[in-house]
């Protein structure tokens, strides 16, 4: 099973480097050795498939999109946003460039300056060792700046972003399905996301939330303040999200269709 490509089949802004064309090119070449001995190989959007196909050798009779894995719902209940306080959205995920942490900071500037009261909460550790991440000085910064609200770590994601009344996740990352999403539809989140591979298998734009374009901080402030002159589409959407995780996002749905894949012949 691969939970999403990764960061050699991540294009920057400019597209891909010579390196990662290198290593795209060595990737594919194990992939046609190794998954010529695998009976089954499980892929969880149907991008992942199509583009590894592109630099390898894959039987398509053993290629297969289960979706998401899913969650046990009972672990993230739905909870009704309360618009009488301030918005406040969340992003979670760790502090990298392909996560979309600096689109999001960038974002949360716009936004600040039409809508002082609004609040940007951001979870997720720091990397010091990976020269996409956010620095400690850039974070220092923006904490400094009023621009968001970061707790350091916590153990109680789920009352965060039930605290919250909009997830953004603007990552250009290659995702599966992304698990923080899908944790935060299922509580009754509205979702602003980008129009990547994993992510946009999230977001029925319009419906439960609006898919942006990736590198785009002006988009995701345009959609971020929409949702707080008009309140009453976080509730729809939040109670979109919640319906659409009932239906696709529960493990005790999608273990039957698993296990049916594997057991097949």
Not at 70 to 99: N, S, W
Not at 103 to 111: G, I, P, Q, S, T
Not at 150 to 164: C, L, R, T
Not at 229 to 252: F, L, T
Request: net charge negative.
């Amino acid at each position: 099973m691969l939970e999403g490509l990764g960061y050699i089949h991540t294009p920057a802004q400019n597209g891909f480097s010579f390196k990662k064309r290198i290593l795209q090119l060595a990737h594919g070449l194990l992939c046609s050795v190794g998954y010529a001995f695998a009976d089954k190989v499980l892929f969880l959007n149907p991008d992942d498939p199509k583009d590894l196909s592109s630099k390898s050798l894959l039987s398509k009779n053993k290629l297969h999109v289960l979706g998401p894995i899913g969650l046990d719902l009972t672990a993230y209940p739905y909870r009704p946003v309360d618009l009488e306080k301030p918005i406040r959205f969340i992003f979670i995920a760790r502090l990298l460039a392909e996560k979309g942490i600096f689109e999001y900071l960038d974002a949360a500037r716009l936004v600040k300056a039409i809508h002082p009261n609004a609040e940007f909460v951001v979870l997720g550790g720091l990397d010091p060792d990976n020269p996409a991440a956010l620095s400690k000085h850039q974070l220092d910064e923006v904490i400094a700046e009023n621009i968001i609200i970061y707790p350091g770590h916590v153990s109680n994601v789920s009352d965060w972003i039930a605290d919250s009344h909009v997830f953004v996740l603007p990552s250009f990352y290659r995702e599966g399905v992304p698990r923080s999403t899908q944790e935060a539809m299922a509580i009754g989140r509205a979702v602003i996301t980008t129009d990547v591979p994993g992510c946009r298998e999230t977001v029925v734009d319009g419906k439960n939330g609006f898919i942006v374009p990736p590198f785009d901080a002006n988009a995701l402030a345009d959609k971020m303040i929409y949702l707080i002159e008009h309140p009453q589409e976080i509730e729809r959407m939040g109670n979109a999200s919640h319906g659409m995780a009932v239906e696709r996002y529960d493990v005790h749905k999608i273990n039957p269709i698993l296990a049916e894949i594997l057991l097949e012949k």
